[in-house]
């Protein structure tokens, strides 16, 4: 099961991702897709996932919500076109300390968020489009990628509340 912590954002901010110019040639994501990862898991054991529930509602219990940031602009890595999302460190830290022992960290380091919006052979000249939003995140969820080819399939598998700031 492909598994990731992750913050689904608001409809204010999923507006601002689809009003983004839809140049042709560029295989697009569907809104059900743009989720914000704070730790991408990987492919992993159901067995897992107690354990994952476990420690992060230890760990996250009383944890402040985050000020995201989108933007400034839209970037090209690796063939995607992502839009950077700001204000998640501190969370995203407690998240990695929190399921590193049961998921080894296999990604490059520092993670950097994103919201994905195109993938496949994306040129880096489609990239640069201004964007910006923000939003106060006050859940992130365990989140169970069960998608197919052109069947987009998010499940939520627990959510987490984090305290609101005054």
Same mark, same amino acid.
């Given at each position: ?62 944890? %402040?919500?985050?000020?995201? +940031?989108?933007?400034? $602009?839209? *970037?090209?890595?690796?063939?995607w076109l992502g839009?950077?999302? @700001? /204000? ?21 380091? %520092?993670?950097h968020a994103y +919201?994905?919006?195109? $993938?496949? *052979? ?9 964007? @910006? /939003? ?33």
């Amino acid at each position: 099961m492909r598994l990731s912590i992750a913050i689904w954002p608001p409809a204010e901010i999923v507006e601002e991702l689809g009003a983004l110019d839809r140049a042709p040639g560029i295989q697009w994501s569907e809104p059900a897709q743009w989720l914000i990862k704070v730790r991408p898991l990987g492919t992993v054991s159901e067995r897992v996932v107690p354990d994952l529930v476990d420690a992060l509602t230890f760990e996250l219990e009383g944890a %402040p919500s985050a000020r995201c +940031v989108l933007g400034p $602009r839209t *970037r090209a890595l690796g063939g995607w076109l992502g839009v950077p999302v @700001s /204000g998640l460190d501190e969370l995203a830290a407690v998240v990695f300390d929190a399921t590193a022992p049961i998921v080894p960290v296999t990604h490059p380091q %520092p993670f950097h968020a994103y +919201v994905w919006v195109a $993938r496949g *052979r994306v040129r880096a000249s489609a990239a640069g489009a201004a964007i @910006s /939003g923000e939003w106060i995140a006050d859940r992130i969820a365990l989140v169970a990628d069960r998608s197919s080819p052109g069947r987009p399939r998010f499940e939520d598998l627990s959510v987490f509340e984090l305290e609101r700031s005054a």
